[in-house]
C-alpha cells in the first residue's frame, strides 16, 4: 500500500469543504454503523468500530461523546501511528434502557488535523425478557479443555412463549436447553454452553442467536466472548531486529509461556549468528535472552527460531527472526 499524507488531502478537497467534514478521517473506520438487532434486557452488548492509520502523520483521537445515554463510548487507543490499529467500543446499556434505541457517536480527531467522525448505533431493547449473566464470558481457555458457563433465561408475558432453537454461526459451541417454569404469566428456562474441546486457539468474539415463537420479536442475540490459548506460545511472534550495522550486536528477549511448568529442551536455528542460552529449570514462564552478532556482508535475513520443550507432544513454538544487516556508516 502506497501512503499518503493527509495534507495532499487537504490540498485535493480544499474548494467547498470544512476541515470537520473532510472524508480523510472516515476512511481509516472498517465501518461507521452498526445494528444490535433485538437483545435482551441485562444482555451484554457491546461493538467495536475498528481504525486503521492509513497515513503517515500520526493521528490523536481527543474525544468521544453520544447523543444517546444508552450508549457508552470508550476509546480504546488515542494515538495511532502508521498503520497502526485501534478501536472505538460502543457499549449497549441494556441495563437501563428499554426499546428501540438509536445513538451517534461523534469521534474528535484533533492531530494531525481537527476532523469529526459520525458512527451510528441502533438497536431494540426487549423489555419482557432477561438473560442472566448478560453475555457468556469463557475468559482463558486451555486448548483442548472443555469449558461449560450456565444462564438463565426469564420471560414475561404470555404462558404459551417458546424458545424454538439456539443457534450460531461458530460450530465449536454446544448448547443445551432446559424449561425450568412455565407460569400464568411467566417463563423461565436454564441453558448451558459449553465451549468443546475442539476449539482452535484464538479470540471468540461471536453471539447466540436464541429463537422463540414470538412473531414481532422472533429473535435475540447474546454475545459470547472468550480465549482459547495455546499449550505453549512464544512472544512476539516475530522479532524485528531492525537495521543492524555488520559486525555490530543487538540484544532482545522471547517470552515462552506454557499451561503447565516445562523445560527447553533445544532451541534450533539455521543463523549462527545467533545466540540463546539453554534455562535449566521447569517454569510456566520462560524469558530467553536473545543476542544476534551481525556477520561483515549486507544482507536482509528471515530465520526461524524453534522452541522445543518437554510437553506432552514434545510441543514446540515457532518465531521469525527478521533482520536488516547494513554497511557500517563511513566516518567523514
Avoid at 218 to 239: D, E, N
Amino acid at each position: 500500500m502506497r501512503l499518503i499524507s493527509i495534507l495532499g488531502c487537504f490540498v485535493l478537497l480544499w474548494a467547498g469543504q470544512t476541515v470537520s467534514a473532510q472524508p480523510w478521517a472516515n476512511k481509516m473506520f472498517e465501518t461507521t454503523a452498526h445494528d444490535f438487532g433485538v437483545v435482551a434486557r441485562n444482555s451484554k452488548q457491546q461493538f467495536q468500530f475498528k481504525i486503521k492509520n492509513i497515513y503517515l502523520e500520526d493521528v490523536h483521537i481527543a474525544r468521544v461523546r453520544s447523543s444517546c445515554g444508552c450508549t457508552s463510548p470508550i476509546i480504546e487507543k488515542r494515538t495511532l501511528k502508521t498503520y497502526e490499529s485501534g478501536a472505538i467500543t460502543a457499549v449497549y446499556n441494556t441495563n437501563s434502557f428499554l426499546g428501540s434505541k438509536n445513538a451517534t457517536i461523534t469521534v474528535t480527531i484533533d492531530k494531525p488535523y481537527y476532523a469529526e467522525v459520525q458512527l451510528s448505533i441502533q438497536g431494540f431493547i426487549r423489555s419482557d425478557v432477561v438473560v442472566n449473566p448478560g453475555s457468556v464470558q469463557f475468559g482463558e481457555v486451555a486448548q483442548g479443555s472443555v469449558v461449560e458457563k450456565p444462564l438463565s433465561i426469564l420471560y414475561a408475558g404470555r404462558n404459551t412463549w417458546k424458545i424454538t432453537d439456539v443457534r450460531s454461526a461458530y460450530p465449536h459451541f454446544e448448547v443445551e436447553l432446559n424449561e425450568l417454569e412455565r407460569g400464568t404469566t411467566r417463563v423461565s428456562y436454564t441453558m448451558v454452553v459449553r465451549l468443546k474441546k475442539d476449539a482452535p486457539v484464538g479470540y471468540i468474539q461471536d453471539e447466540l442467536t436464541i429463537v422463540t415463537d414470538d412473531p414481532k420479536n422472533k429473535t435475540i442475540s447474546l454475545a459470547v466472548q472468550g480465549r482459547v490459548i495455546a499449550p505453549l506460545t512464544v512472544s512476539p511472534a516475530t522479532l524485528i531486529l531492525g537495521p543492524v550495522e555488520a559486525g555490530a550486536e543487538v540484544a532482545k528477549k522471547l517470552v515462552v509461556r506454557g499451561n503447565v511448568p516445562f523445560r527447553i529442551t533445544k532451541i534450533t536455528c539455521n543463523d549462527q549468528c545467533l545466540k540463546i542460552d539453554l534455562p535449566d529449570e521447569a517454569k510456566k514462564l520462560h524469558l530467553l535472552p536473545v543476542q544476534f552478532t551481525a556477520g561483515e556482508e549486507a544482507k536482509k535475513m528471515v530465520e526461524n527460531i524453534t522452541i522445543h520443550t518437554d510437553l506432552p507432544g514434545e510441543a514446540t513454538a515457532t518465531c521469525v527472526l527478521t533482520v536488516d544487516v547494513t554497511k557500517p556508516t563511513e566516518e567523514p
